[in-house]
Every structure is written in structure tokens, then in C-alpha cells.
């Protein structure tokens, strides 16, 4: 059966610092992956997805980017964090032998808190 | 006029009773439709999903399908404590993905 892990699950980040933010996904290969941010009252905003290792399409302009080092692994990074990058960052995978907006899988996601 | 409506909520219901969930949506090349469940500090998990219009059962859930009206329902039977989460809606078609808000539900002992 197929697993994502997200890490760390908590953390809290002082303005101005770097982030990196890692999703493995288990059992299976060639997914399609995405990084969601979830704000209180606002749903999901899609950030960034992937269809293969170094393809990656950006949703929203900002001051986050993702990379995809590896067929099951995606990093979401920050240079410098802002008071508005805090939120609850929730990586997804969907099979590649579906459309790649098909159904999406969800890992326990992190919860960032900006200071 | 918004992609996915769903009323955020929250609604409360006692024990036992029957949760009545919905959806919106203008966007007809939607095709598939899935409702997922998010306890509170998790990530959502997929409940329920179908591409046809009509009923689709799963034990205390069912969802429903309305695609000449754009209108999607989750019902919850004889609901239990362990159901309170939000519930958010979740539909695809044409390389779009959209998701409703979420649905806060809770159900009181």
C-alpha cells in the first residue's frame, strides 16, 4: 500500500529564516505530487505540483519554491519566511496513470507558525 | 461566482441523526467527485469518490451526485462522535482540480 510522510510535523520559524520542508512517498513510482497551503477559512491553495523528478509548475507567485530531487521525494523551500508563509503545508501524490488533477492522497502535513 | 461553493459551517447535530453535506459548483467539465474527511491538525483522507451521477454507498456514507444541477451531498447516518471533522469536497475534470472550503461538523454526544 502507498504511504507519505511529511516532516517535520511542527515548526516554528522566526521572520526572515530559511525553511525546507521534505515529502516521501512509499509504495509507488511516478506519482504525481503537490504541495497545498491550508488557512484557516480559506481551503486549499495548490502551490506547486510535480510530474516527474525536476518538473515542477508553480501555482502562485511567492516567495516559496519546490523541488523534486527524486521520483518519490519533494522539498518545499523558503529562502526567507515571512509572517504570511505561516499555515498548515500539506503534500499530496495521485497516480500517473490518471489524469493529473485525478484524485489526490494526502500526507499529516506540517504545521508552520512564522514569528 | 466561485468554482466550488460549500457552506463552512459549522454544524452541529446530536448522536444518531443524519448529517446533510453539499456542494456547488459552475464548472461543467467536472467529471469526478470526492469527498474527503479532515480531523482537526491531520491531513484530509479520501471518503468517497464517483464520476456518475447518482448514489454511491459506504456503510454510514453516501454520496450523491446531481450533474444537471452542479450539486453534490454527502450523507452521514447515524452519525457518532468519531465523525466530527471537516469535510471538504473535492471535484475534477479538464486538468482542473477544485476544492470546496470545508464543511465543519460535529456531532454531540
Known amino acids: 500500500s502507498q504511504t507519505i510522510h511529511q516532516w517535520p510535523a511542527t515548526l516554528v520559524q522566526p521572520v526572515g529564516s530559511p525553511l525546507s520542508l521534505e515529502c516521501t512517498v512509499e509504495g509507488t513510482s511516478n506519482p504525481n505530487l503537490y504541495w497545498y497551503r491550508q488557512a484557516a477559512g480559506r481551503g486549499l491553495q495548490l502551490l506547486f505540483y510535480s510530474v516527474g523528478i525536476g518538473q515542477i509548475s508553480s501555482e502562485v507567485p511567492q516567495n516559496l519554491s519546490a523541488s523534486r530531487p527524486q521520483d518519490r521525494q519533494f522539498i518545499l523551500s523558503s529562502k526567507k519566511l515571512l509572517l504570511s508563509d505561516s499555515g498548515f503545508y500539506l503534500c499530496?501524490?495521485?497516480?500517473?496513470?490518471?489524469?493529473?488533477?485525478?484524485?489526490?492522497?494526502f500526507g499529516p502535513g506540517t504545521r508552520l507558525t512564522v514569528l | 461566482q466561485k468554482e466550488v461553493e460549500q457552506d463552512p459551517g459549522p454544524l452541529s447535530v446530536p448522536e444518531g441523526a443524519i448529517v446533510s453535506l453539499n456542494c456547488t459548483y459552475s464548472?461543467?467539465?467536472?467529471?469526478?467527485f470526492m469527498w474527503y474527511r479532515q480531523y482537526s491538525r491531520k491531513g484530509p483522507e479520501l471518503l468517497m469518490y464517483t464520476y456518475s451521477s447518482g448514489n454511491k454507498e459506504d456503510g454510514r456514507f453516501t454520496a450523491q451526485v446531481d450533474k444537471s444541477s452542479k450539486y453534490i451531498s454527502l450523507f452521514i447516518r447515524d452519525s457518532q462522535p468519531s465523525d466530527s471533522a471537516t469535510y471538504l469536497c473535492?471535484?475534477?475534470?479538464?486538468?482542473?482540480?477544485?476544492f470546496g472550503k470545508g464543511n465543519q461538523v460535529v456531532v454531540i454526544p
Open positions: 464548472n461543467s467539465a467536472f467529471q469526478y
Open positions: 473535492a471535484m475534477s475534470g479538464n486538468n482542473r482540480l477544485a
Open positions: 499530496a501524490w495521485g497516480p500517473l496513470d490518471r489524469a493529473s488533477t485525478d484524485t489526490q492522497y
